[in-house]
């Protein structure tokens, strides 16, 4: 079974910064595409980014040039750098990857899997 575990969230000023990181583990063959996405009170849950296993990468337009996205490969591990952190940033993050794991002996995709959610609170 694939667990996806994140990490860092917490509670920042206006203009702060801070640093998600989520972790997969279990038996992986190959992750594709790792992102992030985050649910505001009360609205929908939404793409924050995106960054596939060659390293190409997509933000959504309200992060673009104040976030990054990053994975390492090898570690199976995804990270969120935010920067300039406005109040409307404030959200439950979620990690979600797409996995190809070995189960029963066959290698076969698990469909998207999300991470429990970590909260981020930006104070005005």
């Known amino acids: 079974q694939v667990q996806l575990v994140e990490s860092g969230g917490g509670l920042v000023q206006a203009g702060g910064s801070l640093r998600l990181s989520c972790a997969a583990s279990g038996r992986i063959f190959r992750i594709t595409k790792m992102g992030w996405y985050h649910q505001p009170p009360g609205k929908q849950r939404e793409l924050v980014a995106t960054?596939?296993?060659?390293?190409?990468?997509n933000y959504a337009d309200s992060v673009k040039g104040r976030f990054v996205i990053s994975r390492d490969n090898a570690k199976n591990t995804v990270n969120l750098q935010m920067n300039s952190l406005k109040p409307e940033d404030t959200a439950v993050y979620y990690c979600?990857?797409?996995?190809?794991?070995?189960?029963?002996?066959?290698?076969?995709?698990?469909?998207?899997?999300w991470g429990q959610g970590t909260q981020v609170t930006v104070s005005s």
């Open positions: 979600n990857a797409d996995v190809i794991a070995i189960m029963g002996g066959e290698v076969r995709p698990t469909g998207p899997l």
């Open positions: 960054i596939t296993s060659a390293g190409s990468t």
